[in-house]
């Protein structure tokens, strides 16, 4: 499974992003997938995960502030991030879960700075 992850930038504080991961293979046949992020001189964490039936989980970090979806016709899990901080800068990544098998997408940097 490729996966493409796209939509990072430079935003202010208080802002929003939309991040976007779309797979070689269909998302609905994939047991879960999530995005991580990675800050410099951090471990890589878990931001937020969906199912393949739906379920969704998110970091007590960002609850309330990030949604994750997903889109059929696209084929691709967003990532909606809102009120934005400078903790949230990251290099976030998708990460896709299958059968036992893990897969990994390149980085999407998101600085959060005025």
């Known amino acids: 499974v490729q996966l493409q992850a796209s939509g990072g930038g430079l935003v202010q504080p208080g802002g929003s992003l939309r991040l976007s991961c779309t797979a070689s293979e269909s998302i609905f046949r994939l047991d879960v997938i999530s995005w991580y992020r990675q800050a410099p001189g951090e471990q890589r964490e878990l931001v937020a995960s969906i199912g393949k039936g739906g379920s969704r989980n998110y970091a007590h970090s960002v609850e309330g502030r990030f949604t994750i979806s997903r889109d059929a016709r696209e084929n691709a899990v967003y990532l909606r991030m809102n009120s934005l901080k400078s903790e949230d800068t990251a290099v976030y990544y998708c990460?896709?879960?299958?059968?036992?098998?893990?897969?990994w997408g390149q980085g999407t940097l998101v600085t959060v700075s005025s």
């Open positions: 990460n896709a879960q299958d059968s036992g098998s893990v897969y």
